[in-house]
């Protein structure tokens, strides 16, 4: 006979890029999952310009566990491209403006130290782009610095997903989700875990919403510079990304208080008064876009399972370096829901077991 519901090994709602991930590991391991989700109207994953950066920061700091993180996410990237036949990976040095004495002397401090030594190309007094750049005091380049094309990353593994059965079109309502005999209902579908990896709807979660998200909002210009043919990423307050043809992403702003989602008219004005400081070349605006991102104490993503109900679990708070800590942290947390590892320390929410709803 027929089971009435469909038996899964994990149900995962949300397929931004940590649902994608997690996704993608699961099914490497034969597990039998479906996924639930709604596209949301800014969302990150989908408007990201996707920066795997070394050396982040004004302070100029070298990105947490880069020499694990960044040979996984290569690696990953890879598989991705020849199962979706698609190319994502785009490996573009990051040629950073230091404008002032003080930036200068750091950059070149930085580049003396053994463990910054791979990722760091002494300055130049030479503008990378004379005809189109301003000049700035001094230039440094970092190497190991990756574009990846997240948007076009997440549609093309949700048509996969589409083609395979395994996806759900809806916005999860929380109250239809059923805990009982080791195993989550929800409609049809019967599995032994459920993985939130929600974005910023997570703050939404009586599950989780005792986790300190802090959702910011971003908002970024698509650009067209005709001719100049940047081939490298440009950081000068903020980042200019080559994607296809003459288009740019450029970005971001930040700002932790905002009323909605809908882009604003003076954050592109400031967009575009420093896209003149750095720019001598006219470019025109094709698209001003925002979205909301669920940044987390420390930097740190949250994963984990529920600790009352350990049938519900999470893999949320990636951030701004979710290009590059994504793949190892998904695989992390495949292995976690297969039983197979721990979670580290750093990223486990038992490290938030205080004020746990009892839901």
């Keep these: 006979m027929k089971p009435e519901k469909e038996q899964l090994d994990f149900l995962i709602v949300g397929q931004g890029i940590a649902g994608t991930l997690l996704a993608h590991f699961l099914l490497k391991e034969n597990q039998r999952i479906a996924v639930i ?3 949301l109207e800014g969302a990150t994953s989908n408007i990201a310009a996707g920066i795997v950066n070394p050396i982040t920061g004004r302070r100029l700091v070298k990105s947490w ?12 990237y890879l598989e991705l491209e ?66 990846v094309a997240m948007p076009q990353l997440v549609s093309s593994y949700r048509e996969y997903l589409i083609r395979e059965g395994m996806l759900t079109e809806g916005v999860f309502d929380y109250s239809e989700l059923k ?16 993985v939130f990896c929600e974005g910023s709807r997570a703050t939404q979660n009586l599950f989780f919403n005792h986790l300190p998200f802090a959702l910011t909002k971003g ?20 980042f200019i990304v080559p994607l296809e043809g003459d288009i740019y992403w450029v970005g971001s702003t930040s700002r932790y208080e905002f009323e909605h989602r809908q882009p604003q008219k003076e954050k ?38 529920h600790p009352v109900h350990p049938e519900v679990t999470i893999l949320n708070g990636l951030g701004t370096k979710g290009a590059s800590i994504g793949p190892f942290f998904a695989r992390q947390m495949a292995g976690f829901l297969m039983g197979k590892n721990v979670l580290d320390q750093e990223v ?9 709803p009892e839901t």
């Excluded at 750091?106 to 750049?133: C, H, M, N, Q």
């Excluded at 004005?269 to 070349?281: A, D, I, P």
Aim: glycine letters at 4%; a positive charge.
């Design 37 to 39: 989700d709604k596209p």
């Design 82 to 147: 020849s199962l979706l036949g698609i190319s994502i990976w785009h490996e573009r040095n990051i040629v950073r403006a230091l404008p002032t004495v003080f930036d200068e002397n750091e950059w070149l401090r930085r580049s003396a130290f053994a463990d910054y030594k791979p990722f760091v190309i002494a300055t130049t007094d030479a503008a990378p782009y004379p005809g189109a750049l301003h000049p700035m005091r001094a230039w440094g380049e970092s190497r190991f610095s990756v574009q």
């Design 268 to 305: 592109r004005q400031w967009l575009e008064s420093q896209l003149k400081e750095l720019l001598k070349v006219p470019f025109e605006v094709v698209e001003h876009l925002a979205g909301i991102r669920p940044t987390v104490f420390q930097h740190r993503p949250f994963l984990g399972a």
């Design 65 to 76: 566990r880069f020499e694990e993180l960044y040979p996984f996410a290569k690696q990953t």
């Design 219 to 238: 908002e970024l210009l698509l650009i067209k510079i005709p001719g100049v043919k940047f081939e490298k990423m440009i950081k000068h307050r903020l």
């Design 179 to 194: 805990i009982k005999n080791n195993a989550v209902i929800y409609g049809g579908l019967q599995a032994r875990l459920v």
């Design 348 to 356: 486990d929410i038992c490290r938030f077991q205080k004020n746990v």
